[in-house]
């Protein structure tokens, strides 16, 4: 079907994998009503897209492209390889019984999915899958979900899956029951305050993320929210210029892991959930300083900076398990528009803007 506008924006349920999308015809410059799923991407601006009727060029995420059909065999099988207790997990979260308190949407997960099939899957259903990191020690994975679709609660499902895991296996290292979130402002981190256990209205009491059997058993792990300034610290030349009687020199990467983490600064093999990760990217100021030249450019480097060097403080002194990043735009803001070299390049699940708008998740 072939209409120069669209007629109905809503084309697909929240709760089921889309099954139709609207497809730009650059042509025609008419939209197509295309049966099956948008293949993950995203748009970048063309040399028309001044031009009221074009919506840019779509790019697709090969990465994820590839994902995508392996999760969905892999869900329609089972969830073969995995442990009893994610498979309680994976089933409880899809229960009919529980609708009525709360459904998951699929886009939801589809991203816990996802994650734990790079965790759990057996290895022979991830051959040739090969994510590259940002550059650092430690690894990365990327969940782009567009604003609104619901990210925090699957970072509560990605928590709740590792510290169960890891109270019920304490000898499995793929899991960790301690939990840094890093959040990029005192907004945000007020609102993941519903992450940490001890919240009057944390969500996974608030939308059954876990059976109430588990809940004990949850509480064993150690979740601690923490604004990006907190990962800050002060520079050797920072030092030399305090005009104060302090004379303390750089801190230790022990001295300042036990500053961040405070009551977990004990914990090691550290789950990291970083959100709105596009403000967390490797800052290469050699190759790419003149980008930065503006204010807004300069301060959201320094940013980055300050947020991904104290990851990487943590990482040497205590060990970071993995990092799972969420962001709708995971795109280093550097000079470049938004292309393929800017984005993320360890995104592992997409559900887009559009994506969102054709299930109804947002206007």
Known sequence: MASTTID???????????????RY???????????????AGYVIASEDSKAFDDPGVFVEIPLVNKIRPRVKAWREAGYPGVSSMTKRLLDYWKDPEEYESRRFFFCQLEAIETIVWMTESPASERVGIDIPGDGGEFVRRCCKMATGSGKTIVMAMVIAW???????????????????????????????????????????????????PLLEKLRQGKVIVRNWHALAWDSQEQVKKRRSVDKRGVKSDEAYTREVLGDMAKAHNLLVINDEAHHAWRVNWEAEGKYYRSRDMKDSAVEATVWI????RLNRSRGILTAYDFTATPFTPSGKKSSEEA?????????????????????
Not at 8 to 22: D, K, V
Not at 186 to 199: G, H, Y
Not at 344 to 354: A, H, M, Q, R, T
Request: avoid cysteine.
């Open 8 to 22: 109905r924006l809503i084309i697909n349920s929240p709760y089921e994998e889309p099954s139709l999308h609207w």
């Open 25 to 39: 015809e650059r042509l025609s410059k008419t939209f197509d009503l295309v049966e099956g799923r948008r293949s």
């Open 162 to 212: 590792h510290i169960l895991n890891k109270v019920t296996y304490p000898q499995d290292s793929r899991f960790s029951k301690n939990v840094l979130v890093v959040a990029p402002g005192l907004t945000v981190k007020n609102r993941l305050a519903v992450l940490e256990m001890s919240d009057a209205e944390n969500y996974y009491e608030a939308f059954n993320i876990v059976p109430s």
């Open 309 to 312: 060097s104290g990851l990487d």
């Open 343 to 363: 984005l993320f390049g360890w995104i592992v699940s997409d559900f887009g803007l559009n994506d969102a708008i054709e299930s109804g998740l947002v206007k």
